[in-house]
Every structure is written in C-alpha cells, then in structure tokens.
C-alpha cells in the first residue's frame, strides 16, 4: 500500500472534518466532469450498439421500465457516491466512492440512450409498474421512492457529515441501496426482451452484490452494522 504523505490542503482538521483548501475544491470539479463524460460516454455506447433500430420496446414495457427507473436508482447513488471527496479523509472509502459514481454514471448513459432511441421519455411516470403492481404499491408507499432509496431527510444527513462519521453513514446507505437495486436488477436480467438490457441488468446485479459484500465488510471494520435490508 502506498504511503500518503499530508500536506495543509489535504490533512484533516482536529475535529475530522476534511480541510477545505483549493485541493478539495478541484477534486470535487474532477469528479463532477469525470462524471458528465461517463454520461455522454454511456450514451454514445447506446447509440454506437444501435439499439432501437427494429422492434424498439414500447412504454410499460419491461425493458423501457427497467431503463428508466434503473437510471434514476442509479443517479440517486452517483449523488451520494460524488460527495465522498469532499467529506471523507478515509483513501478506501475515497476509492470505493469514485468507483460507483463512474461506473453507474456510465450505465445511467446507457440506458438514458437506450430511452432516447426508443423514444420513450426519460422518467417513468409509474414507478416499478414493470415489476407488478405489488411492487408499484410498495414505491407509492414509500413516497414514489424505489428499494432502498435514500429519503431527502437521509440526503440531508449525509451532507451535514464529514470525516468517519460520514463514511460509516455513506457505506450504511450505499449497502442499503444496493440491495434495493439488486432486485429490480434480477427483474431486468430474467424477463427483458433485448438482449444488451438483459446483458447489463446481470452485470448491475452481479457487481451490485460483490460491491455489497465489500462495503459490509468496510462498515464491520468500522464498527458499524448495516441498515436493515429494504
């Protein structure tokens, strides 16, 4: 393991709060423009696979579901995962952090330019409706929030946090929204028509649940527990 040598724009106040120096300010920019380019990236993925040619899915199907609300489940996690630079002083957490918010900003490109060529709108007005209506009644209880979803209070929260306290409550969330991805994942995986939807909700699982396994291990280390489950 490198060594990390500390200087007075990076080492943290007394009181664990990150230092708020001109280096902090510039990571945070990096990870905001890495993240608008793994957007366009996931787009211009979309478009170069030529999805939507022939047989585009319709509106309320699986597919189309499973897009919109997989992008918007995913955007939801790029948000808390871009706050770590700025809050967090822990290298692990730091990682972990950048690690989603590129790879499900990526995914999210894709599957808003999936929506896109198979001109369906963006959002979908019916949350999980493609999942039954169990499980639309479930987000309309929950206040139009999917599995796992973090609440604006919880938001609010995590924002005010820095130092360890914001890791412990980050990984806390994070696990729990993981695994309220991970079954509209296995929906997407099992019952999509085409073929690249089905290919990526089995990858979004198959990392979702390894990445899950990783964070309960750093929360453990921490000495903290998970939330209960979604």
């Known amino acids: 393991m490198s060594t990390v040598t500390s200087d007075p724009e990076t080492t943290p106040d007394t009181d664990g ?11 945070g ?6 993240a608008v380019a793994a957007l366009l990236a996931g787009v211009g993925l979309a478009v170069a696979l030529g999805i939507g040619r022939t047989d585009d899915p319709t509106v309320g199907s699986v597919d189309v ?24 002083t822990d290298p692990e957490v730091r990682q ?9 900003t ?12 198979w001109g369906a709108p963006i959002t979908n007005r ?28 919880e938001l609010a929260e995590l924002r005010s946090l820095s130092g360890t306290a914001f890791d412990v409550r980050f990984l806390q969330l994070m696990i ?3 695994q309220g991805g991970l079954e509209m994942a296995t929906e997407g995986a099992d019952r999509a028509s085409v073929g690249v939807v089905r290919g990526l909700a089995r990858s979004i699982a198959e ?21 209960p489950a979604p």
């Open 17 to 27: 709060a990150p230092a708020r120096g001109p280096v902090r300010w510039v990571s």
């Open 126 to 153: 019916d949350t999980m409706t493609w999942m039954g209506e169990g499980a639309h009644d479930h987000a309309m209880a929950e206040g139009d929030l999917m599995p796992g979803m973090a609440t604006e209070d």
């Open 29 to 34: 920019l990096l990870v905001a423009v890495i």
């Open 207 to 227: 990392t979702q649940a390894a990445e899950s396994t990783t964070m309960a291990q750093m929360l453990a280390a921490r000495g903290a527990s998970p939330l």
């Open 176 to 178: 729990r929204h993981h």
């Open 65 to 88: 579901g499973f897009a919109q609300d997989m992008s918007r489940h995913h955007l939801q996690a790029v948000e808390m995962a871009n706050l770590a630079p700025d809050r967090s």
């Open 106 to 117: 990526n995914q999210a490109g894709r599957m808003q330019g999936w929506l896109s060529l």
């Open 96 to 104: 972990l952090a950048f690690d989603i918010s590129a790879t499900q």
